[in-house]
């Protein structure tokens, strides 16, 4: 879905670096060169980057409309 904002383990913010994360992957960069760039170094806050799947278009269209 959204990348959560706080890492769960740690607390750790990590959301304000998922575009730069999402960018750097899709130019075909390294994920551990990407992660190490970004300052993460703790495996709990880089789980958070190598586990997350992009869901919100799939589920977008079932979501209750304001209309």
Known sequence: MII?????????????KWEKFS????AGEEMEAVLDELGFERYCCRRMFVSHLD???????FSASLE
Request: glycine content about 8%.
């Open 55 to 61: 869901l919100i278009k799939e589920v977008a269209p």
């Open 23 to 26: 960018e750097k992957i899709a």
């Open 4 to 16: 959560p904002v706080r890492c769960f383990s740690c607390g750790g913010l990590v959301a304000h």
